[in-house]
Each structure stands twice: as C-alpha cells, then as structure tokens.
C-alpha cells in the first residue's frame, strides 16, 4: 500500500510560480510511474503531468506544456510540479498518484492509477 502527501498548494497571482511535492511511503518508490491530476468544481479530473519510473519519459498537457514541470527523485520518494506563469485556469485541486507500470511506461489515463494522495488547492488569482 502506497500512501501520497502533496504539499505546496495555495494562493498565487496570475503570473506567478508555485512548487507543488507529493511525498510517497509504503512502497517502492521506483516501481510506480506518477502522475499530476487537477480537478476544478464541476469538471473532470485530467492529468496534467506524468512521469516514468525513472526520469526518461514525461508527458505535460498541451495547457500546461513550457509552464509546468514534472520531476521526480527516488532516492527521496518524491516527485514535484514546478509551475509557472500561472493562469486563473489554473486553478484546482492537484493530486499526485501512482500506478505500477513498466520501466520507461506512463499513464495518464485516470483509472489505472491505483493510489491518490488527498489533493492539494491551488488559487490564481487575477
């Protein structure tokens, strides 16, 4: 069982940068690929990054690609969105998750993902 903590979240001015971390325990962290998810009221969940296992893939939507960026560090169980020149758009709450996937595989489908962190809000304001 793999439990994820996001943290980072809050209140920015359009234009400006926030750093969101998703810390992992209870698993091997390098056996699962990880995603970025945003849900605003009354749409979908949508990924907006993913990663694979070890740093070589990564995909980014096209609404967040050149502002966004996914990272992650396994020998710290993390992964990270650096997000920039940020939108009122932008505004949601962002889960990171996992999945187990093969080495250079990822996902950005919602429903393979096996395990959620408990979301974190993030607010642009204009």
């Known amino acids: 069982q793999v439990q994820l903590t996001e943290s980072g979240g809050g209140l920015v001015q359009v234009g400006g940068s926030l750093s969101l971390s998703c810390a992992a325990s209870?698993?091997?962290?390098?056996?699962?690929?990880m995603g970025w998810f945003r849900q605003a009221p009354g749409k979908e969940r949508d990924c907006v990054a993913a990663i694979s296992r070890r740093t070589g893939n990564t995909y980014h939507a096209d609404s967040v690609k050149g502002r966004f960026t996914i990272s992650r560090d396994n020998t710290k169980n993390m992964v990270y969105l650096q997000m920039n020149s940020l939108k009122p758009e932008d505004t949601a709450v962002y889960y990171c998750a996992a999945v187990r996937r093969n080495l250079g595989d990822i996902s950005t489908a919602r429903e393979v993902y096996e395990y959620w962190g408990q979301g974190t809000q993030v607010t642009v304001s204009s």
């Open positions: 209870g698993g091997t962290f390098s056996n699962y690929a």
